[in-house]
């Protein structure tokens, strides 16, 4: 099992940055995939970035150039920085675990982003 806790969210006015942390605890794989995924009010979950151990990442379109994942010195930290920020972005963003030697998703409880106009 793996637990993933998440924190940073908040609410923040268009063009302006917030930083979400997010630290696994339990069995962490030493090949894994972290990643964030938003999701909108009324939409389905979307993954928006991906860092793979070995420092390998992937963004969706949306935020690319916006959003930087990165990793903690202790590797189980993963955190978002999120720049130029518009009220699109408004949603619960939640942090995802998958152990690349088993397709298994862990998911964190979610933090809110409100982004105001």
């Known amino acids: 099992q793996v637990q993933l806790m998440e924190s940073g969210g908040g609410l923040v006015q268009a063009g302006g940055s917030l930083r979400l942390s997010c630290a696994a605890s339990?069995?962490?794989?030493?090949?894994?995939?972290m990643g964030w995924y938003h999701q909108a009010p009324g939409k389905e979950r979307e993954r928006i970035a991906t860092?793979?151990?070995?420092?390998?990442?992937t963004y969706a379109h949306s935020v690319e150039g916006r959003f930087t994942i990165s990793r903690g010195n202790a590797e189980n930290t993963v955190y978002l920085q999120m720049n130029s920020l518009t009220p699109e972005d408004t949603g619960v963003y939640y942090c995802?675990?998958?152990?690349?030697?088993?397709?298994?998703?862990?998911w964190g409880q979610g933090t809110q982003v409100t982004v105001s106009s």
């Open positions: 339990g069995s962490i794989s030493s090949r894994n995939a």
């Open positions: 995802n675990y998958r152990a690349l030697s088993k397709p298994v998703d862990y």
């Open positions: 860092i793979f151990t070995g420092g390998v990442t």
